[in-house]
């Protein structure tokens, strides 16, 4: 038998010279390397750059016009980049206010209806392909989630909507408003979902000043023109004891990144788990962001809020929840396949494979991250990507100053072809600085994502 196999050696590597010499080949010197592409691979220290922000303040931008409603419940200080808006609720009840705000926009921003309409129906045929005009499960969604909301609420849809909508009915992209795409608009997240999000947040024991510093990247559709860039907007929202500043899209009056005057700060995340969608008997999570802001003083009980109704919201997400003390991620599974619901915070358990340095900074991108609950960041390059970005950069960080945090924030460059943390879909940053209780935020412009960004200053919110 070893006699067989030094034979069956010796005979394949006859043959392998032999194919050799067949071509008559008796070396390379005559070899010509085939022409290939380009290699797409690039040495990590290429991606990075540096911004420098040491001493650079934010920029306040000067007010280029102001209108205001008839009865002053709505005013919108038309900025350079953005709206910075105010919404009294002391002067009016829900369905004023929300007229009122309906009846400001169409001052600020006459082709309004064009504009908003337009970017919707891009997010329509982004989520579902080959609708061929039948938007009866859209109608359906929209009217559950309306139907769930507090009266309150559903009055001051109906305000802006009755304000704004114009001649037309249902969902028909015809560049007219009609009320059920006005009231559609409110939905989108609860809807439509897809974003690609993280958050970052430092307590006072890795910052310079003490103080806890806040970060949000939203990503969206910027649209086919980047046109969403042109509704950025501020909110400041005049309510008593439930008064809160929103940074969000003009005439979206639910919560992408918003902080209150207790200085709770909240954002949310898609997670996309993969369960199946369901709307049935269903609550709208944005709003819940919403009455959570407007309720609760502390992180933690916001938070809490969130866990104990994650079952009723349509589908899984992440909820970014800091104030001026602590730091939490609201992880809220819908049912039992995708984990438990829970609260994770730096001390948290996290999934075997992922590594995190430093507990005095949280982090969240678009997949739970606490121990059993479903991994969508492990193996998942968006994901993982993002996180170990963050790691690298950040968690070696000790007395962090603000000026700081942007640079790092700011580090990658854009031209790569890399997963980046400012992705091309960035539609804002928004940074909460505790030591002065003030926002900046760097506003997507119409030319997209850009190297070096500035940060525009958003006020304090108290």
């Known amino acids: ?172 992209e015809d560049g007219i408003l009609s009320r059920d795409e006005v009231v559609l608009m409110q939905f989108i997240p609860d809807v439509l979902r897809g974003t690609s999000c993280s958050v970052l947040s430092a307590d006072g024991d890795v910052t310079a000043t003490g103080e806890r510093i806040t970060c949000r990247i939203l990503e969206w559709q910027l649209g086919s023109d980047n046109q969403i860039c042109s509704g950025h907007c501020t909110v400041h929202v005049k309510n008593g004891d439930k008064s809160y500043v929103s940074v969000s899209y003009l005439g979206f009056m639910t919560i992408l990144t918003a902080v209150n005057s207790n200085g709770v700060m909240l954002a949310e995340l898609d997670v996309g788990s993969g369960e199946a969608y369901t709307y049935d008997s269903k609550t709208s999570y944005t709003y819940g962001l919403r009455y959570a802001l407007e309720n609760f003083s502390t992180a933690r009980e916001a938070a809490g809020y969130l866990a104990d109704n994650a079952v009723n919201y349509p589908y899984c997400v992440n909820v970014m929840c800091t104030d001026r003390n602590d730091a939490y991620i609201a992880e809220l599974c819908v049912n039992d396949e995708a984990g438990t619901t829970v609260i994770r915070d730096g001390s948290s358990r996290l999934n075997k494979g992922l590594k995190w340095d430093e507990p005095h900074y949280l982090c969240a991108v678009n997949s739970f991250a606490a121990d059993g609950n479903q991994d969508q960041l492990v193996h998942k390059k968006v994901n993982r990507v993002r996180w170990d970005r963050y790691n690298e950069l950040f968690c070696k960080e000790k007395n962090i100053t603000i000026d700081r945090f942007k640079e790092l924030m700011c580090s990658e460059k854009t031209d790569n072809e890399l997963v980046r943390i400012r992705g091309n879909g960035m539609v804002h940053m928004v940074i909460a600085d505790y030591s002065s209780n003030s926002l900046q935020a760097i506003l997507t412009g119409a030319g997209g994502v850009t190297d070096s960004p500035e940060f525009i200053d958003l006020g304090k919110w108290k």
Do not use: W
Request: hydrophobic share 35%.
């Open 1 to 172: 038998m070893k006699t067989v196999r030094i034979l069956a050696a010796a005979a394949a590597s006859a043959m392998a010279f032999t194919a050799l010499c067949g071509c008559e080949r008796k070396g390379y010197r005559d070899f010509v390397i085939p022409e290939q592409g380009k290699s797409t691979l690039e040495p990590v220290e290429t991606i990075y750059m540096h911004n420098d922000y040491s001493g650079v303040a934010p920029k306040k931008e000067k007010t280029l016009k102001t209108v205001s409603s008839a009865d002053g419940s709505c005013v919108i200080d038309c900025k350079e980049s953005y709206y910075d808006i105010t919404l009294d609720y002391e002067k009016g009840n829900y369905y004023d206010v929300g007229a009122a705000y309906a009846e400001a926009i169409r001052l600020a921003k006459e082709d309004y209806p064009a504009f908003a309409e337009g970017y919707l129906y891009e997010n329509v045929k982004a989520a579902f392909n080959g609708l061929n005009g039948d938007y009866s499960g859209i109608l359906n969604r929209v009217d559950a989630f309306y139907k769930a909301l507090d009266e309150d609420y559903r009055q001051e849809i109906d305000g802006f909507a009755d304000k704004m909508h114009g001649d037309s009915d249902g969902l028909k």
